[in-house]
């Protein structure tokens, strides 16, 4: 019927006159040069997300956190807030207006970040300025001698990024604004240990070893061999100098005390991370109070799962059973990926009956890097318009401290329908402004994909009782988050209580709860994101299939959730909202 009905009106389009689109009113006008200034801004402070945009004249820098920088963007920043606050919102579309309101919240946050001089702490636990080579290499490939040109000159301009990070973190420990005594030690180690690094090994050298192969031999070699010299004559002398600095500066002022509540200003700049990261204006007390609640319910979940295998002790005894038992350990880090790999195409297999769109971007698993931290298993974004793959990366504790009943929960977190579906979607919608499409709104993009996991279940992706375990106690280690982040940044906890609370409550080994704890304490209000983004869109969901009843549509709600790419949770829930009424007035229309 659809084709008669086109083949009818064909001769009608035919003779049609083309409609004249009528020119910008001039609240639109003064919007898309808002617009416009605004992604310059963002490509020139963040260059290496610029390239993930296709920007490659961004290829050569690094960013720039100078003190003169830094002031620059925040007068530039407070001279845009004024022309949004002009803007007449109801003169915009409606994606135009959603699109200003979330670039309002966005140049909120970063004044508030700068007012808090946040370029002082520049590193977090086991992470920082010093992996950027990495994660900078991973996102690029070099398709022509004037890209591998200027990506010497990004090798050759490291010293200078490193020489900004020195400034900031000795205005840092000059005004005791530092990380706790042991997370710089690790990051002191950390740099010293790719101090010592061969150069040749240096993750920079990584895109130059992958020239096409297509380049005449004699020019790939002369590439990589300057690139080499950079790495040896300037790399590795401002490694050195940075690890010194951190063993002469950086440790012997950290702080004694771990919340960062103890430092000046804390107790506001912990209210503020709060906001950044959990999207969310709860109090410290309000996250606490919700997390011990959803350790509860969790737990009660566990036993019931729990009671299905025959096992009739306690869920501690019985995650140290799991635990020790040879059926749910990897016999090493390969046969960790390779079973993770299983699970991924088992759920790429069924995404189509969940999801309406899906990203054209495709996504790999591998083992991390060897100088990268054992802990920093994770998702890399990769890049349609630079042909790099999304990247799920293994890391080393994956063989010691994830047993394998928590594998597929895991998987379906870091890839799909976790964040490589979600990302990705994001990136390859080239009709929404650049900030939306490579946003991180640290609450939306966690608690995705923890609601992910749990979709897992709806996907029959869970094949027995104990990967149902090793689902909840995924969930529950994100709910002891809350009580144990707000514990430590606002209550005073101890580290001590920290790992007591851990080890009570999850099934999470004990290296691995340490270094949970380390994590947290290092980056306050990070791990509040999870739970706090999945309970929103969860209850979203809830409301959607209760409001709508027979009219809802799961895959046309995924499709809401995730079509304008990642923003504050209060938005996203108007967005619900308004797609809501929608669905009710095509109900009541029919």
């Not at 009113?25 to 200034?37: F, P």
């Not at 997300?49 to 490659?56: E, I, Q, S, Y």
């Not at 349609?384 to 597929?408: F, I, S």
Request: glycine letters at 8%; hydrophobic letters at 45%.
């Amino acid at each position: 019927m659809l084709r008669s009905f086109c083949l009818a009106l064909a001769p009608l389009l035919a003779v049609a006159p083309l409609a004249v689109a009528a020119p910008p009113t001039r609240v639109v006008q003064a919007w898309q040069a808002v617009l416009a200034d605004y992604d310059q801004h963002l490509r020139a402070a963040d260059p290496l997300r610029a390239v993930l945009l296709g920007d490659m004249g961004a290829l050569a820098r690094w960013p720039d956190e100078s003190a003169p920088a830094l002031q620059q963007r925040r007068l530039w920043l407070q001279r845009l807030q004024a022309r949004l606050a002009l803007l007449e919102r109801a003169g915009l579309p409606a994606e135009d207006a959603l699109s200003r309101d979330l670039l309002a919240e966005r140049v909120e946050l970063e004044l508030q970040g700068l007012a808090f001089d946040v370029a002082r702490l520049p590193y977090i636990s086991g992470d920082g300025f010093y992996t950027l080579p990495n994660y900078a290499a991973d996102g690029v490939v070099l398709r022509d001698e004037a890209q591998a040109r200027a990506w010497l000159d990004k090798i050759a301009a490291l010293p200078a990024f490193y020489k900004v990070q020195a400034d900031n973190l000795r205005r840092g420990a000059a005004t005791g604004f530092v990380r706790p005594r042991f997370i710089a030690e690790g990051a002191a180690a950390a740099l010293r240990s790719r101090a010592d690094q061969p150069a040749e090994a240096h993750a920079l050298l990584k895109p130059l070893a992958e020239l096409p192969a297509s380049m005449p031999p004699l020019l790939r070699a002369q590439l990589q061999a300057e690139g080499l010299a950079h790495v040896q004559q300037a790399v590795k002398p401002a490694e050195r100098e940075m690890a010194e600095l951190f063993e002469r500066v950086v440790v012997p002022a950290a702080s004694s005390a771990l919340g960062i509540s103890a430092l000046p200003g804390g107790a506001d700049y912990y209210t503020y991370l709060i906001r950044q990261q959990a999207s969310t204006r709860m109090s410290p007390e309000d996250i606490h109070a919700l997390g011990l609640r959803e350790v509860a319910r969790i737990e009660a979940e566990m036993r019931q799962v729990m009671a299905g295998t025959g096992f009739t002790g306690s869920v501690a005894e019985f995650s140290a059973q799991l635990r020790d038992d040879p059926r749910f350990r990897a016999a090493s880090l390969d046969d960790y990926v390779t079973r993770a790999r299983d699970v991924a195409k088992r759920a790429d297999a069924l995404l189509p009956a969940y999801f309406r769109r899906l990203p054209q971007l495709s996504y790999g698993l591998r083992a991390v890097a060897p100088e990268m931290k054992a802990s920093s298993s994770g998702y890399n974004p990769g890049s349609l318009k630079q042909g790099v793959a999304g990247t799920v990366l293994v890391g080393r504790e994956a063989v010691t401290d994830n047993p394998l009943y928590g594998l597929t929960a895991w998987t379906l977190h870091e890839g799909v329908p976790g964040h490589h579906l979600q990302i990705a979607l994001a990136q390859e919608r080239d009709d929404l402004p650049a900030f939306r499409r490579i946003d991180d709104q640290n609450a939306y993009v966690e608690g995705w994909a923890l609601y992910a996991e749990h979709l897992g279940v709806e996907m029959g992706l869970y094949r027995d009782a104990y990967e149902h375990f090793g689902r909840l106690s995924f969930e529950i280690w994100r709910a002891c988050r809350l009580v144990v982040d707000t514990g430590l940044h606002a209550q005073g906890w101890t580290r001590e209580q920290a790992v007591a609370y851990l080890r009570e409550h999850t099934a999470l080994g004990a290296g691995f709860i340490e270094a949970e704890v380390d994590r947290y304490i290092g980056w306050p209000a990070q791990a509040l994101g999870y739970k706090l983004g999945e309970l929103r869109i969860r209850a979203l969901r809830e409301r959607a299939e209760r409001e709508l009843g027979g009219r809802f549509d799961l895959r046309e709600f995924h499709d809401v959730v995730l079509r304008g790419g990642p923003m504050p949770l209060d938005l996203l829930e108007r967005e619900v909202g308004r797609w809501i009424e929608t669905q009710r007035d095509k109900g009541r229309a029919q």
